[in-house]
């Protein structure tokens, strides 16, 4: 059996039939890595920042259009309102709370405009409450930055109550019962620049994005070359099948007693 899956004509077929496999499965996994990478998310437009009175409302929802567009905001900040988002790092899409327990804080500050609503503005991060950067700037100043939907109360699992002046999350129902007396626009702004600059170390805030569509036709063909690779092992098992077959047949031919010649007959 050995000699004869060893034969020149069964290893070539050995060999051919490996480069096959091979070759069939890495072509049909890169067609499933294109059908995976089809349905990743993809930078979408990014228009021109427009005011941020644009897009947002008070008592209203940021649109899913709205999110992560740039805008720009000015007004006068509200010091004595200034809350610290706490356990966060400079990352608007890093997990917090206890996930980022003590790496340090967002600094959330209201900015009131000219008609009077107020836009929360994530100005920076600090490593430390007591960080000399988180001190508010006087007087108008312009943000640009991208917008933001509000966060969910429990978005974050929380390390415990928070000391007077901080918050586990940026969410627009929280911020209506800390700032009672201000009407605030839904969403928060995420400051990429500010006229006159800040000092704080800005929080990294990505464009906005929209989803792809998975492209079907790539999977398809990746299960094509795995069936591909299927066949190639059932033909190879019939060849296989067949010369062990008729090697073995051959061997039994060989050990049966061939029959006895007749005798002549003697010469009358």
Same mark, same amino acid.
């Given at each position: 059996m050995l000699r004869t899956l060893l034969a020149p004509r069964l290893v070539a077929l050995h060999l051919l039939v490996i480069g096959v496999l091979v070759s069939f499965t890495f072509l049909g996994r890169w067609q499933l890595g294109v059908f995976e990478a089809s349905g990743a998310p993809r930078?979408?437009?990014?228009?021109?920042?427009?005011?941020? $009175?644009?897009?947002?409302?008070?008592?209203?929802?940021? &649109?899913? &259009?709205?999110?992560? *567009?740039?805008?720009? !905001? $000015? &007004? %006068?900040? +509200?010091?004595?309102?200034?809350?610290?988002? @706490? +356990?966060?790092?400079? +990352?608007?899409? !890093?997990?917090?709370?206890? @996930?980022?327990?003590?790496? &340090?804080?967002?600094?959330? %500050?209201?900015? *009131?405009? %000219?008609?009077? %609503?107020?836009?929360?503005?994530?100005?920076?991060?600090?490593? $430390?409450? @007591? +960080?000399?950067? !988180?001190?508010?700037p006087e007087g108008a100043v312009t943000v640009t930055g991208r917008l933001r939907p509000a966060e969910q109360t429990d978005d974050v699992m929380r390390s415990g109550n928070l000391p007077r002046g901080q918050v586990a999350t940026v969410s627009t129902a929280e911020l209506i019962n800390v700032w009672p007396d201000a009407r605030v626009r839904d969403g928060f702004v995420v400051a990429t620049a500010q006229d006159p600059p800040s000092r704080v170390t800005p929080v990294a805030v990505s464009p906005p994005t929209e989803g792809g569509g998975f492209t079907w036709r790539n999977l398809a063909y990746a299960l094509q070359w795995w069936i591909f690779a299927l066949f190639a092992v059932y033909m190879w098992f019939h060849f296989v099948r067949d010369a062990l077959r008729g090697q073995r047949e051959r061997e039994r031919d060989s050990e049966e007693p061939q029959p006895a010649e007749p005798a002549a007959h003697a010469e009358a």
């Open positions: 930078r979408a437009p990014d228009p021109a920042p427009v005011a941020v $009175t644009e897009l947002t409302q008070v008592g209203q929802h940021v &649109g899913g &259009g709205a999110i992560s *567009r740039r805008v720009t !905001a $000015t &007004g %006068t900040y +509200d010091a004595a309102n200034q809350l610290l988002v @706490a +356990d966060r790092v400079a +990352d608007v899409a !890093a997990p917090g709370g206890r @996930a980022a327990k003590g790496s &340090g804080f967002w600094l959330l %500050t209201p900015l *009131r405009l %000219t008609d009077g %609503t107020v836009v929360p503005v994530v100005r920076g991060w600090v490593p $430390t409450a @007591a +960080d000399p950067a !988180a001190a508010v």
